[in-house]
C-alpha cells in the first residue's frame, strides 16, 4: 500500500483558494488518489478522485503531475465551513481491493 | 444518495463485555468497512468484507471479529471489550473495484463513539 504524507495543519482566510498537497512516493501503477473532507462528528465524505492529469468537479480540483508521486488538491475560494479535516488515499480499484489506509489528514482552519 | 447507518451513536460498556457494532448500508454495495479513528492516529482499517459471509483483516484485526450475513448489514463484533477499544468507530461501504470511477469512493456512516469503562 502506498503511504501518503500531507501537512498536519493549514490556515486560510476567507475568499482564498487553499492548495493541499500529498506525497505518496510508492503509489502503484494501478493505484487511484481519492480526497476525503471530515467535520467533526461525522463521518469522512468523497470529494474527488484521480488518475492523472487533473479533474475538477463542482467542489474541487485534483492536480496530479506526471510521475504520480504527489497530487494537490485545490479548494477555490474557501469558506468558513470549509473547516475541516481532509485526507488523502491511495489505492488499487482491483476488483475486491478495499484494504486501503488514511493518512492522518490536513486539518484546513478557515478564518474570517 | 446513499445512506449508512450505524446501531447507536454513543455506547458504553464495561471491561470483559461482547460488544456489537451494527452497519447498515441502503445501496446494494457489495464493499463494507470498518475503521476505528482516534486523535493523533487517523482512521485505522479494522476489517473489511467483499461480499456476503468473505471478509478480510485490516491493519488492526486484534481483538475484533466481524460478520456479514447478508449484503446490507456488517457487524463489528469486540469478544471481550477493553479499555484501549475506547474510540469512534466508523462503518463505510462502497462499489467494487471493478468500477475504475468508483474505485475507493466510500460512504460512510455518522460513526459509533464507544467507551469501555
Known amino acids: 500500500l502506498a503511504k501518503t504524507t500531507q501537512p498536519i495543519s493549514m490556515d486560510s482566510y476567507e475568499g482564498q483558494e487553499v492548495n493541499i498537497t500529498c506525497s505518496h512516493n510508492n503509489i502503484a501503477t494501478n493505484d487511484y488518489i481519492t480526497w476525503y473532507q471530515q467535520f467533526p462528528s461525522q463521518g469522512p465524505r468523497f470529494i474527488i478522485q484521480g488518475y492523472k492529469t487533473k479533474v475538477t468537479n463542482e467542489v474541487a480540483s485534483l492536480f496530479i503531475p506526471a510521475d504520480r508521486k504527489s497530487s494537490t488538491l485545490s479548494l477555490p475560494r474557501v469558506s468558513l465551513s470549509d473547516t475541516a479535516v481532509y485526507y488523502c488515499?491511495?489505492?488499487?480499484?482491483?476488483?475486491?481491493?478495499?484494504?486501503?489506509?488514511f493518512g492522518d489528514g490536513t486539518t484546513l482552519t478557515v478564518k474570517p | 444518495d446513499v445512506k449508512v447507518t450505524q446501531s447507536s451513536r454513543y455506547l458504553v460498556k464495561r471491561t470483559g463485555e461482547k460488544v456489537f457494532l451494527e452497519c447498515v448500508q441502503d445501496?446494494?454495495?457489495?464493499?463494507m468497512f470498518w475503521y476505528r479513528q482516534d486523535p493523533g492516529l487517523g482512521l485505522r482499517l479494522i476489517y473489511f468484507s467483499y461480499d456476503v459471509k468473505m471478509k478480510e483483516k485490516g491493519d488492526i484485526p486484534e481483538g475484533y471479529s466481524v460478520s456479514r450475513e447478508k449484503k446490507e448489514r456488517f457487524s463489528l463484533i469486540l469478544e471481550s471489550a477493553s479499555t484501549n477499544q475506547t474510540s469512534m468507530y466508523l462503518c463505510?461501504?462502497?462499489?467494487?473495484?471493478?468500477?475504475?470511477?468508483?474505485?475507493?469512493?466510500?460512504?460512510f456512516g455518522p460513526g459509533t463513539r464507544l467507551t469501555v469503562t
Open positions: 445501496m446494494d454495495h457489495e464493499n
Open positions: 488515499l491511495v489505492g488499487s480499484p482491483r476488483p475486491n481491493a478495499g484494504k486501503s489506509t
Open positions: 463505510a461501504s462502497s462499489l467494487p473495484g471493478t468500477r475504475r470511477s468508483s474505485a475507493y469512493e466510500q460512504y
